[in-house]
């Protein structure tokens, strides 16, 4: 079975911090994702990254960066949390098409 | 237009009941569908995926898809109480991009 992992289910940070949010997959997949997901508005990708090191823009990344140092590792940084970040955030991983998801970390930032 | 479009219910069945979940797709080039089933405060968890037309079948579980009429359905046969989650369609072009559209969810209650 393929496992993703998220480093937190919930967090609770003060606007203007610094924000990590890590995401480990298990499966040797070379695509990793992050999503945000809000009512009403579904799944928004953030980034994707097809290769270590590589990293593409998806179609909300501003005010959030990523890494992904190793293979199996993709992290998500906010670089300065700010109120409307609060959200569901979700990691996937894929190998071609079938995208995997972790649990999600809720965010809020007060 | 968004590029996938569901209804965001919620669908209260009794249970038991036959299940039809329908999403509609405006870019013919989508090659690959799928459905996620989401509990509440959880991840999507993958449930089926196709390729191009047809259908496939997994347990209780049917996915259908009509590239001619850009329309992909699930069907839930003999619906539990446990069925009720959030099912969301995704799609994706045939290659060059892992970027999938998703649709917003359909919220499901099977009553018992």
């Known amino acids: 079975d393929v496992k993703v992992t998220q480093s937190s289910r919930y967090l609770v940070k003060r606007t203007g911090e610094k924000v990590f949010l890590e995401c480990v997959q298990d499966?040797?997949?070379?695509?990793m994702f992050w999503y945000r997901q809000d009512p009403g508005l579904g799944l928004r990708l953030i980034y994707f990254?097809?290769?270590?090191?590589?990293?593409e823009k998806g179609d909300i990344p501003e005010g959030y960066s990523v890494s992904r140092e190793k293979k199996e590792r993709f992290s998500l940084i906010l670089e300065s949390a700010s109120t409307n970040q609060t959200s569901m955030y979700l990691c996937?991983?894929?190998?071609?098409?079938?995208?995997?998801f972790g649990p999600g970390t809720r965010l809020t930032v007060t | 237009q968004k590029e996938v479009e569901q209804d965001p219910g919620p669908l209260s069945v009794p249970e038991g009941a036959i299940v039809s979940l329908n999403c509609t797709y405006s870019?013919?080039?989508?090659?690959?569908f799928m459905w996620y089933r989401q509990y509440s405060r959880k991840g999507p968890e993958l449930l089926m995926y196709?390729?191009?037309?047809g259908n496939k079948e997994d347990g209780r579980f049917t996915a259908q898809v009509d590239k001619s009429s850009k329309y992909i359905s699930l069907f839930i046969r003999d619906s539990q109480p446990s069925d009720s989650a959030t099912y969301l369609c995704?799609?994706?072009?045939?290659?060059?991009?892992?970027?999938?559209?998703f649709g917003t969810g359909t919220r499901l209650k099977v009553l018992a």
């Open positions: 499966m040797d997949h070379e695509n």
């Open positions: 996937a991983s894929s190998e071609i098409y079938e995208q995997y």
């Open positions: 995704a799609t994706a072009p045939g290659s060059g991009t892992y970027k999938y559209i």
């Open positions: 196709t390729y191009s037309s």
């Open positions: 870019n013919s080039a989508f090659q690959y």
């Open positions: 990254s097809y290769d270590v090191k590589m990293k």
